[in-house]
């Protein structure tokens, strides 16, 4: 028997939806007594007569606005936004680290709500080169730790995609394989 999904989250899952719904601006509206703005060629606005049966109109395309700034999902490694010595420099782990977070002993939820404060604190600090250091996972046992994992994934989520630039793995000095330099972009000025 199949079972039916709820849509019941987690309160780590209501607190970050609460974070990212509360950064959502109203469109504004259209003055009375304004036109309507002009319709792409293409559309009509006119409704077609009541003769043609409706399977037989083809609705126009909707209109899509591309985004501002394509963003590609990441992976550890080079990035197409970072130079070549840059991104050596990052891979060789010999620029300064601006913070660091340590998500050891933590649940998933816990680690993800602490991982999104600290990345969007660090680029509205204006930090460049972070830390995370994950972990390696369970000693003894084969395979790799749950965080480790997840972290790529959680570093492509829409509300900290467009602030990293790269990421890759750490130098054993600062943790190796369970650690990663995450590079964020430049913070833009007001009005730039």
């Not at 970072?82 to 050891?104: N, P």
Request: with cysteine.
């Amino acid at each position: 028997m199949a079972r039916k999904p709820t849509n019941q989250g987690t309160g780590d899952d209501t607190a970050l939806w609460r974070q990212i719904t509360g950064t959502v601006k109203p469109l504004k509206r259209r003055a009375e007594g304004r036109p309507a703005p002009a319709r792409a060629e293409g559309t009509a606005a006119k409704q077609p007569p009541a003769s043609i049966k409706a399977s037989a109109v083809k609705k126009p395309a909707p209109l899509s606005t591309p985004p501002a700034q394509p963003v590609e999902p990441l992976s550890a490694g080079p990035a197409a936004g970072l130079d070549k010595r840059t991104a050596q420099r990052l891979r060789r782990g010999q620029l300064r680290i601006d913070g660091r977070i340590d998500l050891h002993g933590m649940t998933q939820a816990e680690a993800h709500a602490n991982l999104v404060r600290f990345i969007t604190g660090s680029a509205a600090r204006g930090r460049r080169c972070v830390l995370v250091i994950t972990g390696k996972g369970l000693r003894g046992g084969a395979g790799t730790g749950v965080l480790r994992v997840q972290l790529p994934r959680w570093l492509n989520e829409p509300a900290l995609r467009p602030l990293i630039l790269s990421f890759t793995p750490a130098q054993p000095k600062d943790g190796g394989g369970g650690a990663f330099y995450v590079y964020l972009r430049k913070a833009r000025e007001p009005g730039s």
